[in-house]
C-alpha cells in the first residue's frame, strides 16, 4: 500500500515568492494535517483538515494557507516567503476518530524548502 | 502555551545497551504518541497510547503512559545500529498535534 506521498522533494525558492506543496494521503485516510520542522526542532503543527474543512490551526502568519480536494489530496501555500520559511513541511494523513481517541499520524518524506 | 519536555536531549550509548528516555509536561493529556524519525524522512509511528497507566510494547520498544497523565516513557531494549534517530514524543489536544524537541540516540561503535 502507498504511503503519504509529498512533492516536491526539494525545492529552493527567493524572498517574496509563493510556494505551493502538494500532498497524497493514505488511501482511505480523510484527514490531512501539515506540519514545518526547522533543523534541530520537532514538528510545529500548522494545519489540519478532515473533510475538506479546516479543523486546527496552529501558530503561524496568514502567509500560510491550505485546502483539500474531494480526493483528500491537500496542498499546502505559503506567500511572500521569509528566509525563516526554510524547512522540512511534512503531510501526515489519519483516521481521526475522537470517540476512540485516535489521533495517530502517518507522515510523508516531507519537502525540503530553501528560501535565499 | 502547552511544551513537552524531553530528555535527554541526546544518548551516547554502545550496541546491546538499554535505552530510557521520557516526556514531560505542565498539562494533562489523554494521548501520548512515540515517533522515530531516520535523516530525510519523515516521522514513522512507533507507539500510541491512550490510557493513564497503560503500558505498550512494540518488538524491544516499550512505551508507558505516566499515571499523572502528565508524562510518558519510552524504552529501547537491547540496543542496534538501526535505533540510530531521532525519537519524539506528541500529543494532541484541541485537534493539535504537539511534538517535543526530540532525543536524539546515537550509537558508539
Known amino acids: 500500500d502507498a504511503g503519504v506521498t509529498q512533492s516536491p522533494t526539494h525545492l529552493i525558492k527567493t524572498r517574496g515568492q509563493h510556494v505551493t506543496l502538494r500532498c497524497s494521503p493514505i488511501?482511505?485516510?480523510?484527514?490531512v494535517s501539515w506540519y514545518q520542522q526547522v533543523l534541530g526542532q520537532g514538528p510545529q503543527f500548522i494545519f489540519q483538515?478532515?473533510?475538506?474543512?479546516?479543523?486546527g490551526r496552529g501558530n503561524f502568519p496568514d502567509r500560510f494557507s491550505a485546502r483539500q480536494f474531494p480526493n483528500y489530496s491537500s496542498e499546502l501555500n505559503v506567500n511572500a516567503l521569509l528566509l525563516g520559511d526554510s524547512a522540512l513541511y511534512l503531510c501526515?494523513?489519519?483516521?481521526?476518530?475522537?470517540?476512540?481517541?485516535?489521533?495517530?499520524?502517518?507522515f510523508g518524506p516531507g519537502t525540503r524548502l530553501t528560501v535565499t | 502555551g502547552q511544551q513537552l519536555n524531553q530528555s535527554p536531549q541526546s544518548m551516547f550509548i554502545q550496541e546491546g545497551e538499554d535505552v530510557s528516555m521520557n516526556c514531560t509536561s505542565s498539562s494533562i493529556f489523554n494521548t501520548w504518541l512515540w515517533y522515530k524519525q531516520d535523516p530525510g524522512e519523515g516521522p514513522v509511528l512507533l507507539i500510541a497510547?491512550?490510557?493513564?497507566?497503560e503500558l505498550t510494547s512494540n518488538g524491544r520498544l516499550t512505551a508507558q503512559f505516566g499515571i499523572t497523565r502528565k508524562d510518558s516513557f519510552l524504552n529501547i531494549s537491547a540496543s542496534i545500529p538501526s535505533d540510530v534517530g531521532i525519537y519524539f514524543c506528541a500529543t494532541n489536544r484541541d485537534d493539535k498535534i504537539i511534538f517535543g524537541k526530540g532525543t536524539r540516540l546515537h550509537i558508539l561503535p
Open positions: 488511501s482511505g485516510h480523510k484527514s
Open positions: 497510547l491512550y490510557k493513564a497507566g
Open positions: 501526515a494523513s489519519s483516521l481521526p476518530n475522537r470517540l476512540a481517541g485516535n489521533y495517530e499520524q502517518y
Open positions: 483538515y478532515y473533510e475538506k474543512e479546516e479543523r
